[in-house]
């Protein structure tokens, strides 16, 4: 074989190796964007009350940005028998303003996982490795994460040990600084060498029956310091039971009540405190119950939300808690597959620790929209919005309720000297 023949058959194998290790790739994702007024003119703006630890309060015709998730999933292969997928994921978020803004990108994900690793318990398991959403629990009518412990980290999950399934998670968070406003203070950098972090064992259970169509999930989350010697630092913990019963009363969906309680360097979310040092301590429990509700052959379906928490840190607010509660609804009635009406109404109240004054936001909105189907998940939607929204001097008096642009991170300029204002819009969601 001369030389030209054996350089075409090395391309030739080069290209067919290429070709083995081609992967396919499973694209999903979310975004939402949208554009409006203040009914006083100006930029759109949104209702937050501060103190409020519900998540970002009730969002339809409540979101001022523009934002998106891109998962590209790709299934690598397999090697004696254990299957291999590698999962990434970019996010974005803009200001809202022009069609040209820098965006904030950020690697939200990024993280190996492998199945089929063995036989009995370990059947249906999976190893994994990276940075990843981890196992996250929400309510989406309030953009409320109420068990997230997302880290980099790795992991087991789905072992089986009878009655349900176990799962145990290795996640790490250290110190930053997000003093860098230059990206709208999204870029943090590391301070002092990373010399603060906090290690988070996450440990599940899922699946447990415990009654016709409902399931117990339980979880511990196990935060342990691991600063550098002489560096202060603080432990906690916080736990989770969380019962999900299908078709509850045969309205179809879902219905969801969980109970938290955390301890000093552990959130209620499950997640960890790498700033907490020595001195600090905290107490708090939650209670809510979520609830989706779609009957078979019914126009209406919906949401519905109840919390209250109680939470403080002691003895900086003398001994005593944060207490905030909330309650909220979100019907949606379809004329058509296509054509349908939302209605969102919310009332959150904080009563902060200490001689505050109690503070309260009422927020009302109605969208009609377009949607692909009459499931009350359906989407793309495109909707029309107007936003109503009262709230009392002390929510005025605690920090800036109207707020606009990316995660609602600036003071709106409109009805600052005011407890109500509305807002309008039109805004698309969706995700796939």
């Known amino acids: 074989m001369n030389r030209k023949s054996k350089l075409f058959a090395a391309l030739v194998a080069a290209f067919a190796a290429q070709a083995s290790m081609a992967a396919t790739v499973d694209y999903h994702g979310y975004i939402r964007s949208g554009a409006g007024s203040s009914t006083d003119g100006g930029k759109e703006v949104c209702y937050r009350l501060p103190g409020n ?16 998730e891109l998962s590209f999933d790709a299934a690598m292969g397999e090697a004696s028998g254990i299957n291999f997928k590698l999962h990434t994921m970019v996010a974005f978020g803009t200001q809202q303003l022009n069609d040209w803004e820098q965006s904030t990108p950020s690697w939200r994900q990024a993280w190996v996982e492998a199945n089929n690793i063995g036989s009995g318990a370990l059947e249906n398991a999976t190893i994994w490795a990276g940075k990843r959403y981890y196992k996250r629990h929400d309510v989406h009518m309030l953009d409320f994460f109420y068990w997230n412990s997302s880290a980099p980290g790795a992991g087991i999950e789905g072992i089986d040990v009878g009655f349900g399934k176990l799962s145990y998670a290795y996640l790490r968070n250290g110190e930053m600084d997000w003093s860098n406003t230059a990206q709208g203070g999204y870029n943090p950098d590391v301070p002092n060498g990373g010399r603060k972090s906090i290690t988070n064992h996450d440990f599940r259970i899922e699946g447990i029956g415990i009654n016709p169509g409902g399931s117990l999930e339980l979880g511990a989350n196990l935060i342990r310091r691991n600063n550098l010697d002489g560096v202060s630092g603080k432990n906690g913990f916080a736990l989770t039971a969380s019962h999900n019963q299908g078709n509850p009363f045969g309205l ?181």
């Open 53 to 68: 630890t519900f998540g970002v309060g009730y969002r339809l015709g409540n979101e001022c940005d523009t934002y998106g």
């Open 252 to 432: 179809g969906g879902f219905n969801n009540f969980v109970v938290q309680y955390a301890r000093d360097a552990a959130n209620l979310d499950g997640s960890g405190k790498w700033w907490a040092d020595g001195n600090y301590t905290f107490r708090g429990w939650r209670v809510f119950n979520h609830t989706v509700f779609e009957p078979k052959g019914s126009n209406l379906n919906g949401s519905l939300f109840v919390g209250y928490e109680k939470s403080g840190e002691q003895p900086g607010q003398n001994g005593d808690s944060d207490k905030i509660w909330t309650i909220g609804a979100r019907p949606v009635y379809h004329f058509t597959d296509a054509y349908s009406i939302a209605a969102e109404v919310g009332h959150t109240e904080v009563d902060p620790a200490g001689n505050g004054a109690k503070r309260k936001l009422t927020k009302m909105t109605i969208a009609p929209q377009l949607s692909m189907g009459k499931g009350f998940w359906a989407r793309p939607a495109i909707r029309a919005y107007y936003t109503y929204a009262k709230w009392n001097d002390a929510a005025k008096a605690a920090g800036s309720v109207v707020c606009t642009g990316r995660d609602c991170g600036k003071a709106g300029s409109a009805f600052t000297n005011e407890t109500s204002g509305g807002t309008y819009g039109v805004q698309f969601e969706t995700w796939w």
